[in-house]
Antibody, heavy 126, light 111 residues
Framework: QLQLQESGPGLVKPSETLSLTCTVS??????????WGWIRQPPGKELEWIGS???????YYNPSLKSRVTMSVDTSKNQFSLNLNSVTAADTAVYYC??????????????????WGQGTLVTVSS | QSVVTQPPSVSGAPGQRVTISCTGS?????????VHWYQHFPGRAPKLLIY???NRPSGVPDRFSGSKSGTSASLAITGLQAEDEADYYC???????????FGGGTKLTVL
């Protein structure tokens, strides 16, 4: 059974960079049709997709966050990472990593998150 | 405010059938993009419940079913059980926003 585990600081100061890593076990990060994504949920609000990365390093970001987001992948460690810069209190949220299945083709566009980590709370505060 | 809307809460008695709606627009569900559903118990990893509008991953009971029509989709749960009490989210793709979008979530209470 595939498992994902988020790790990183639980507290980040305003204007600094939030950095999280997701470690994948029980499966390889280098599979076709599979991106690896980040989703967050601020307290009391809905889920928000942040972006996703392919094992080749190709990225796919939420346009609303694109200017502040960088993702990377380390296939040797079966990990992928998220950096979100210039954070504010509005970036306080539970951050989830997930396996993102995507299939695009003539008349076909489907993408969804097959497996998720348990999430990690990141608070932005001085 | 999500571009895909769900009722904040629904409830039902054990054994009953409940439905959760997911309403979008012409740039997401109405454009033909698939709808997917997740079950989330607070503090745990969200779980994929329905993919591709009406498909269940292995291990998901057939009490859960999905449908889609026009700009809306629905999740139906039959034979409601206490263990079904959780938050449920729909998800699709939006061509105007150029990305994945989630509904606001619905809290299911089993009376």
């Amino acid at each position: 059974q595939l498992q994902l585990q988020e790790s990183g600081p639980g507290l980040v100061k305003p204007s600094e960079t939030l950095s999280l890593t997701c470690t994948v076990s029980g499966g390889s990060i280098g599979s076709t049709y599979l991106y690896w994504g980040w989703i967050r949920q601020p307290p009391g609000k809905e889920l928000e997709w942040i972006g996703s990365i392919y094992f080749s390093g190709a990225t796919y970001y939420n346009p609303s966050l694109k200017s502040r987001v960088t993702m990377s992948v380390d296939t040797s460690k079966n990990q992928f990472s998220l950096n979100l810069n210039s954070v504010t209190a509005a970036d306080t949220a539970v951050y989830y990593c997930a396996r993102h299945y995507q299939l695009l083709g003539p008349g076909t566009h489907t993408e969804y998150f097959q497996y998720w980590g348990q999430g990690t709370l990141v608070t932005v505060s001085s | 405010q999500s571009v895909v809307t769900q009722p904040p809460s629904v409830s039902g008695a054990p054994g009953q059938r409940v439905t959760i709606s997911c309403t979008g627009s012409g740039s997401n569900i109405g454009a033909g993009y698939d709808v997917h559903w997740y079950q989330h118990f607070p503090g745990r990893a969200p779980k994929l419940l329905i993919y591709g509008n009406n498909n269940r991953p292995s291990g998901v009971p057939d009490r859960f079913s999905g449908s889609k029509s026009g700009t809306s989709a629905s999740l139906a749960i039959t034979g409601l059980q206490a263990e079904d009490e959780a938050d449920y989210y729909c998800q699709s793709y939006d061509s105007s926003l150029r990305g994945v979008v989630f509904g606001g979530g619905t809290k299911l209470t089993v009376l």
